[in-house]
C-alpha cells in the first residue's frame, strides 16, 4: 500500500512524517504505529491523519517548537476545510494514547485519555513551511508490520540495557558502601587515637 512520507529538515536528524492516503491507510497507522509516535488531526474537522514518526527515547511531549509548527502546518494543509480557515487548532497526542475498537469506523480512532492530547493553535497558512514540506512528499511503500517488529525489539533492546545499567550502578553502589563503612571504622579509630593523644598532651600541658 502506497503512503505518503514528508521529510521535516528544521531538526536534526531529519524527522520523517506518514500520512494515510485514505481510511484504509489511516487503519495501518493506527494498528503498526510505534508506542512514542505523535499522531495529529485538525480539532473538529475532518483532515487527514499525520503521523510523526519517533525514534526511542523521544517522548510527543516536548516537542521542538520548530516541528511543532510544521507538523500543525502540515496538518491544516491536509484538511479540505481546515486548510480555507484561519484560527484553527490542531491536536495531538502519542500513538500509544489512541484507542481503537470493533465499534468504531474504518479509520475512526479515539483516545485513551483525553488529558494527554495536546493542542496547537494555528493563526493561518504559512506558506514558506507547507511549499518546504510539499517539496519532500514523497510516495513510500512501507512495510509499517515489519518496522513495528524491529521498534519493537530496539525497545526491549534499550529496556534491558538500561535495566543493565542500573544493575551495575547498584553494584558499585553497594561496594562503595561496603569501602565507606571501612573507612568510617577506620575514621573512628583514627579519631579515638587522636582524642586519646590530645588528653595525653593535655595532661602534659597541666603537668
Ligand atoms: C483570527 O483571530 C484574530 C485574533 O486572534 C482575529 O483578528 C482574526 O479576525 C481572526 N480571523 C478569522 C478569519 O476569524
Ligand atoms: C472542538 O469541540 C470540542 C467539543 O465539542 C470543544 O470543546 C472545542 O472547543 C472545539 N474546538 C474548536 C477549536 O472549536
Ligand atoms: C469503543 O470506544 C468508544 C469510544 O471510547 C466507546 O464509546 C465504545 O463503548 C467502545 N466500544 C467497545 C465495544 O468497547
Ligand atoms: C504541493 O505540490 C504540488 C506539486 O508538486 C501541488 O500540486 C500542490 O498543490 C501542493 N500542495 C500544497 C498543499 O501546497
Ligand atoms: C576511604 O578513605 C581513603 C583515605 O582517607 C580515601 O582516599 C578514599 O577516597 C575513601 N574511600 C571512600 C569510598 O570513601
Known amino acids: 500500500?502506497?503512503?505518503?512520507?514528508?521529510?521535516?529538515?528544521?531538526?536534526?536528524?531529519?524527522?520523517?512524517?506518514?500520512?494515510?492516503?485514505?481510511?484504509?491507510?489511516?487503519?495501518?497507522l493506527i494498528k503498526y504505529g510505534f508506542e512514542e509516535d505523535v499522531w495529529f488531526h485538525v480539532d473538529n474537522l475532518s483532515s487527514a491523519h499525520v503521523y510523526l514518526r519517533m525514534n526511542p527515547g523521544q517522548t510527543w511531549d516536548n516537542l521542538p517548537e520548530a516541528l511543532l509548527e510544521d507538523?500543525?502546518?502540515l496538518t491544516k494543509?491536509?484538511?479540505?476545510?481546515?486548510?480555507?480557515q484561519d484560527n484553527i487548532t490542531v491536536i495531538y497526542t502519542s500513538w500509544g494514547n489512541l484507542l481503537k475498537n470493533q465499534?468504531?469506523?474504518?479509520?475512526?480512532?479515539?483516545?485513551?485519555?483525553?488529558?494527554?492530547?495536546?493542542?496547537?493553535f494555528v493563526k493561518e497558512r504559512i506558506?514558506?513551511?507547507?511549499?518546504?514540506?510539499?517539496?519532500?512528499?514523497?510516495?513510500?511503500?512501507?512495510?509499517?508490520?515489519?518496522?513495528?517488529v524491529d521498534n519493537n525489539k530496539e525497545r526491549s533492546r534499550l529496556k534491558n540495557k538500561e535495566m543493565q545499567?542500573?544493575?551495575?550502578?547498584?553494584?558499585q553502589l553497594s561496594r562503595q558502601?561496603?569501602?565507606?563503612?571501612?573507612?568510617?571504622?577506620?575514621?573512628?579509630?583514627?579519631e579515638s587515637a587522636q582524642m586519646k593523644k590530645s588528653h595525653n598532651s593535655d595532661f602534659d600541658d597541666f603537668i
Open 1 to 28: 500500500m502506497p503512503f505518503i512520507a514528508f521529510c521535516c529538515i528544521v531538526v536534526d536528524p531529519p524527522a520523517t512524517i506518514y500520512m494515510g492516503k485514505d481510511k484504509f491507510e489511516n487503519e495501518d
Open 127 to 148: 506558506n514558506s513551511v507547507v511549499n518546504r514540506l510539499n517539496k519532500t512528499k514523497v510516495e513510500k511503500f512501507p512495510d509499517f508490520a515489519k518496522m513495528k
Open 165 to 171: 545499567a542500573k544493575r551495575l550502578q547498584k553494584k
Open 103 to 120: 465499534s468504531m469506523a474504518t479509520g475512526q480512532v479515539s483516545f485513551k485519555s483525553s488529558k494527554r492530547v495536546k493542542k496547537v
Open 77 to 84: 494543509a491536509n484538511s479540505i476545510t481546515g486548510n480555507k
Open 71 to 73: 507538523l500543525a502546518q
Open 177 to 190: 558502601a561496603v569501602v565507606e563503612k571501612e573507612n568510617s571504622s577506620y575514621d573512628r579509630v583514627f
